[in-house]
């Protein structure tokens, strides 16, 4: 017998309350669905694991709305399956990575050309010449989620270790672990360096949608 938790009662009007109802009680760390009474018209924010196939209610009195997924958190931006979150007061790589973690994420992995890009134009500032160029590291200060702190020259995503896919790396040199540097940044122009992880940058946080 799977245990059902039920957590608030709610006045329910329409199904579309699934959405808004279960999404949005930020207070519960987790909501999977919403029991519908069709007699007293009001539901129930449910927390059930680890299926709904055998919950045991009565399906003359109760409706099952299973939770619609694909919502962000709010101050979150929406891309793909992902939701992510641009720190601009920044942080040292290491606190970067724990903020993410706390607020249910991790330090941005980035696994394709086009999730490169959206990135770039969602979050970054656009490439200024006068200002990135001769000195382009000047603009390669937002920290991201890859790093080769447990074998270097290795470089991993944090969020799942997994060693990078796709790479953006700055030509012709980059990565160079210059002053031991461990911790990846992203640039301007959406290219890639390693830098030093004491140092203070703003950071991009990605979580699953909810």
Same mark, same amino acid.
């Given at each position: 017998? $799977? ?7 709610? /006045? ?8 808004? #109802? ?9 909501? *999977?669905?919403?029991?519908? *009474? ?17 919950? &045991?209610?009565?399906?003359? =009195?109760? @409706?099952? $709305? +299973?939770?619609? @997924?694909?919502?962000?958190?709010? #101050? ?13 007061? #920044? ?10 973690? &706390?607020?249910? #994420?991790?330090? /941005?992995?980035? =696994? ?10 969602? $979050?970054?500032?656009? +490439? ?12 390669? !200060? ?17 969020? &799942? ?7 953006? +790396? ?9 002053? &031991? ?6 640039? =301007? ?8 992880? !004491? ?9 699953? /949608?909810?």
């Amino acid at each position: 017998m $799977f245990e059902i938790h039920l957590l608030t009662t709610y /006045a329910c009007f329409s199904p579309s309350f699934v959405i808004l #109802g279960c999404s949005l009680q930020s207070s519960h760390a987790v909501c *999977n669905g919403i029991l519908f *009474n069709q007699e007293r018209k009001t539901c129930k924010l449910i927390n059930c694991s680890p299926t709904h196939s055998a919950l &045991d209610f009565d399906p003359g =009195r109760w @409706t099952l $709305f +299973w939770k619609t @997924t694909g919502m962000c958190k709010t #101050g979150w931006s929406k891309h793909e399956e992902f939701c992510y979150y641009f720190n601009q007061t #920044g942080d040292t790589w290491s606190n970067s990575k724990r903020m993410c973690e &706390d607020n249910g #994420g991790y330090l /941005a992995s980035i =696994r394709t050309t086009e999730e490169n890009s959206w990135i770039v134009d969602t $979050f970054l500032p656009p +490439w200024n010449y006068t200002l990135c160029s001769p000195n382009w590291w000047y603009c390669c !200060e937002y920290w991201i989620g890859g790093n080769d702190l447990s074998l270097e020259g290795t470089f991993t995503w944090t969020s &799942d270790n997994s060693t990078l896919g796709f790479i953006n +790396w700055y030509p012709p040199s980059e990565p160079d672990n210059n002053s &031991d540097q461990d911790c990846l940044s992203i640039c =301007r122009d959406g290219h890639w360096a390693d830098n030093p992880c !004491e140092r203070v940058w703003p950071y991009i946080c990605k979580a699953p /949608a909810i």
